[in-house]
């Protein structure tokens, strides 16, 4: 059988990479669909972790940009904006369902021909998700980066 290459994901791979490749790369899940869902509940804490990280980030920008602004954070747009990060996890928590479940229907359809697809669906919904939380928050922020600077621009406003 020989060595397996650095990122088969293969159940007869042996996984010899560090513990970032592990989680990026792992064994698919038996294929059932209990241990399906089981392999998928054993990421989300850490997919949770990872969202909330990405968020922190952006959160910090916006925070950065409102105090170049002047205006600072009053205690109203921080309740505001932890309930945007509670609906947002709720969203994410909803839409990392949908991995097990598309992953069991095409064990379903397809049986034993289809190849494992549950590791790249986390990996591709894992950077879709960081994504996410790093897009708008910078778009907002570039945006109102740009207002600031049309503002010092004397006779424009």
Request: proline share 5%; charged share 15%.
């Amino acid at each position: 059988m020989g060595n397996p290459a650095p990122f088969e994901t293969g159940i007869e791979a042996s996984h010899r990479g560090s513990k970032l490749v592990d989680f990026l790369y792992p064994l698919p899940a038996r294929r059932s669909v209990g241990r399906i869902f089981a392999w998928w509940e054993r990421r989300r804490l850490a997919y949770n972790a990872i969202i909330c990280a990405g968020g922190s980030v952006s959160l910090a920008g916006i925070a950065a940009v409102s105090l170049l602004n002047g205006t600072g954070l009053a205690m109203a747009d921080v309740a505001g904006v932890l309930q945007g990060v509670f609906v947002i996890l709720v969203a994410a928590n909803i839409l990392y369902l949908l991995g097990p479940v598309t992953e069991s229907l095409a064990h379903k359809l397809w049986g034993r021909d289809v190849r494992a697809i549950g590791p790249h669906l986390f990996r591709a919904g894992l950077i879709f998700s960081v994504g996410l939380t790093f897009l708008l928050p910078t778009i907002l922020v570039g945006f109102h980066l740009v207002l600031l600077m049309l503002r010092g621009i004397p006779g424009l406003f």
